[in-house]
């Protein structure tokens, strides 16, 4: 496989990240073909055959969003980019948010002109410092450069953006509850229908694309999306950026073709497991994907279909790698802190679900784990799923049974021992 | 807060106009920024220049992790401690911290100068484990790291 890169195709240096050195690599030129060149119909129509899924964890097709949203049915539209990265094990968006920012505006540019958008957001989490004044110095450049406002490059089309920074909370970056925080309330998920392409951010139509998708949107103008979709497999076009993490060689934020080879993706260009280390599981996709033993891994493809077949998902492209000798139950107790303490409380099934959750793994790991804990964590699991408004419980769930299938027998060994068969151990030290 | 107030004005011109509700978290953070936290008069002002139900002030500050409204520390550590962190040794970078400082996670020291807390992914997982301390990301902490940055703190 060639491994092409779409996004990751320039060296990064102290000033890769400016207007200048943007536009010396042909930057905003998208912007040109779009405005000057194609109709709003035109430019869904190519994000459309381009065949792009969702980067932030859903997958859901790109252009199918779109095409939701009549441009010119007379009422406001608006745009989000989704950059609350917050799914652990997730960094890669900040990867363009830091390197790449023109990327993103010229390419939220392009979908404000298909959307007929005249007001679009950037929700960045609010931890983020660098990230943050990366973009807003960006912005800034390109406010001045005239590529927002008013009559943008001299033609009717008029943008404004507004970098909108959250405050503290992971299910803010689901994207109803991103819009309900920019409407400056408390991130609480909406219920679907309606769709938030129908109503969204002040009940108009809204689109909400992760960051890395959106930074796209710019290649398959110039480049068409025919060409789009003979980069990666049939049914999954595109590149990915993987941020990998934990127990590795070598980790970061690295591009892949989508159906790059999974196994040697780890061993070759990660530099496989941390001090030579067995390899126990793959979290393949953020903690709320389903994680792989190194035995499934080995005849996987880095796309939907083959980990969907293996029981998991590409998710968000936050892969945490974990050695051999860490203790799974602990592990799980620091998913399910995590799931307990970021559960928003409006859903039932989630606000107890999670705290239920959290208070068995916390027995098991003190020794006052009891008979049926086990098949008690798969009951409230299976009782998440699908009875929430957003996808939270049900992915808590999902990790939760994933790591129990997977490593049942170190929780009866710890349930009945009362200690874990791998000493507690989650530190894998570097220097090993 | 009023001082803010032509800051906050200054805002609105790329908002889409008539959603005041939308410069409520804005106005918080910078608000906070300014003080160090979101006093009750705060509040107060914050009700009358956007003209929002004060109970809505009230939610969003009780939700959203990264408001307070007590003073803290002079300095704010915070430690993440997800996965990919304590895969590369979170919880000692916790210890370290609460052995050096005296504190537990939560509390402040008796001068008054810093605060510990603990904090969950900040999605820099491939330089972990990392602290935040103030605005800034701290990556690849090791204990010797953690007393450097402290000395220079002081």
Known sequence: ?432 | MKHLIPEFEKLRARYPAGFESSFVLPCLRRIQEDRGYVADRDIDALVEYLGVPRIQIEEVLSFYGQFRRKPIGRCHIQACRNVSCSLLGAERILDHLTKKLGIAPGQTTADGRYTLSTVECLAACGTAPVLMIDDAYHESMTPEKIDALLAALV
């Open chain 1, 1 to 432: 496989m060639a491994n092409t890169k779409l996004l990751m195709t320039f060296p990064v240096t102290e000033t890769s990240h400016t207007l200048a050195e943007y536009r010396a690599r042909g930057g905003y030129g998208a912007l040109e073909k779009a405005l000057r060149q194609m109709t709003p119909q035109e430019v869904v129509a190519e994000v459309t055959a381009s065949g792009i899924q969702g980067r932030g964890g859903a997958a859901f097709p790109m252009g199918r969003k779109w095409a939701v949203v009549h441009p010119n049915d007379g009422q406001s539209h608006y745009l989000c980019a989704n950059a609350d990265e917050g799914e652990p094990g997730t960094f890669k968006d900040r990867w363009i948010l830091e390197y790449a920012p023109h990327l993103l505006l010229e390419s939220m540019l392009i979908a404000s002109y298909a959307l007929q958008v005249r007001n679009a957001f950037i929700y960045i989490r609010g931890e983020f410092d660098l990230p943050y004044r990366r973009l807003a110095a960006a912005l800034e450049e390109a406010y001045a450069a005239g590529y927002f406002g008013e009559r943008i490059l001299g033609t009717d089309f008029a943008c404004d953006l507004v970098i909108y920074r959250g405050a503290g909370s992971y299910v803010c970056g689901e994207a109803s509850a991103l819009i309900t925080s920019i409407e400056g309330k408390r991130g609480y998920p909406r219920n679907r229908p309606p769709r938030l392409t129908v109503r969204g951010l002040y009940q108009k139509p809204t689109v909400i694309n992760n960051v890395e998708t959106l930074s796209n949107v710019a290649w398959i103008i110039t480049n068409g999306g025919e060409a789009f979709k003979q980069v990666g497999t049939a049914k999954d076009p595109g590149t990915r950026l993987i941020s990998i993490s934990g127990h590795i060689e070598r980790p970061g934020v690295y591009e892949i073709e989508i159906g790059y080879p999974f196994a040697k993706f780890i061993d070759e260009d990660c530099g496989g497991i941390l001090g030579g280390r067995a390899l126990k599981g793959i979290i393949p996709g953020g903690i709320s994907t389903k994680v792989l033993t190194g035995k499934e891994i080995e005849p996987l493809t880095l796309d939907n279909q083959s980990l969907a077949a293996a029981g998991s998902s590409m998710g968000s492209g936050g892969m945490i790698v974990i050695a051999e000798g860490t203790c799974m139950v602990r592990l799980l107790q620091v998913l399910l802190r995590f799931y307990h303490h970021e559960s928003c409380g409006q859903c039932t099934p989630c606000r107890e679900g999670m705290g239920w959750l959290h208070r068995i793994i916390d027995r098991i790991v003190v020794g006052e784990g009891r008979a049926g804990d086990i098949e008690r964590m798969y009951q409230i699991s299976a009782w998440n799923d699908g009875t929430t408004i957003c996808g939270m419980g049900d992915a808590a769930g999902y990790a939760t049974s994933g790591i129990l299938n997977k490593f049942r027998d170190e929780f009866e060994y710890f349930i009945e021992h009362k200690r874990s068969r791998c000493n507690g151990t989650l530190e894998c030290p570097k220097s090993s």
